[in-house]
Structure formats: C-alpha cells, structure tokens
C-alpha cells in the first residue's frame, strides 16, 4: 500500500511539473514531441500504479488455490499416518511404505462388551461364589485401510507430491519423542511456501515467509504434524479448512 502512494503521489507530481514546464519554457515546435513524451511517461507511471495494486492481488488469489490444494493433500498424509499408527502403533517416514500399509493393510472392527465372571480368588477366600466385572472385547471382522479412507479414490498413490511444483515432494519425518519417560510417536509433513510459490514475485513471497496472522499461514512453509511435540494438527487457519 505504501508503494501505490508513494507512485501515486509521483504520477500527480510529475505530471502537474511537466505540464507547467511545457507551457512556460517550451516554444510552440516542440510542444507535440513533449506531449508525446509525456503521455508515454504518464501511461507508464499509471502502469506502475496499476501493478502495484493488481500484483498483490494477484499474488494473494494464486497462493490461496495452491495452499487450499497443498492443504488437502497434507491432511490425506495425516489420515493415512493416523491409521499407519492405528494399526503398528508407530508413524512411518516413507511415502512408499505408506502407499504399500493403505493397499494392504486392514482395520479390526471390534466391539466392546461388560460381563460378569466368577473370581477364584475372592470364593475360595471367603467360601462363597464371588464375581467380579470384566471388559470383553470381541473381533467382529476387518475393514480394508484403504476403503476407510479414499473409498474408491487413488489419490493416496500421488499425495507425496506438491500440487502445482513440478517434481517436487513433500518432506516427511517421523520418530518419537520423550514424555513422562514414555517414547511417544511422531511425525511431521511439511513444504516450504518458496517451494509453492516459486514462481511468483520475490519481493511478495518474502512477505508471505514472514507472516504472523490468525488468518494467513505463519512461518516459512505449511505443515501438519510435529517432531518437536506431541501434535498432528496442521498450521493453516480455518479459513483453508479444518487443521484438526
């Protein structure tokens, strides 16, 4: 914004100067050719001043489509590490063996139940029949992991890849890391917003790196997971969606 007036205020300058320079210091002959040249001036700072506000614009429409896009493959990578962890109790760090777990791999659909058994202890301690509570939990069957989760869609088999950069992958990690002297898993996809955004203008997308806003993308890159604490939420706002 600064920019637009800073060139705004030159174009209304510049033009109230030259047209005063033309018609008190200019002989007659010349007038034309100066016009000329200074219509070409105003057209070009009025170019600038456009620029000024469309390329912001601009900038702001394109980064929205591709974060909204690279969001939702980054939430697919969170469903698909949920249920990897779901089912081995650990994240994984490879797209492939995370491909390979949702085309093989299965949930067990169980079900819990209260019931009542006698307890050998208690009888034989105090001579009568004693029972106690118990848990039962019954295997009802298996649900392929892939049908949970895409159903009939393949989209799983290219998430590793940032939507709209060519070649290019999103990182992943995963490890564990201590609490209460517990190793906990943990993972974390991420890319950097110069990888999203390369393309575009320098000067805007380093702007863009160094956001703090509730509804803008903080930091340098987007990112669900976290190998730094116990968190699989992503770190977009909810006006990309939920990062739940």
Known sequence: MLKFILIAIAVILVTIGLVKLVDKFIPQ??????????????AFLGYQTYMSIYEPIQFNQ??????????ENLIDIRDSQLAHKQVTGRFTDS?????????TAQFTITQRRDSTIKDAVLSKQFGVDMFKEIVVID???YVPVKDSLFKTSNRYKTMMNVPGAENEKFKLQAGFIEQNKINIPVFEASVTKNVILADQNRDLLIQENQVVSVDGVNGDKLKVGSMEEVNTNGNWPKTYGSAE
């Open 29 to 42: 002959k010349y007038k034309p050719i100066l016009n000329i040249v200074l219509w070409v001036l105003i």
């Open 95 to 103: 797209f492939d063996n995370l491909v390979k777990f949702i085309d």
């Open 62 to 71: 394109i980064k929205n489509k591709r974060y909204a896009a690279v969001i």
């Open 139 to 141: 295997t009802l069957g």
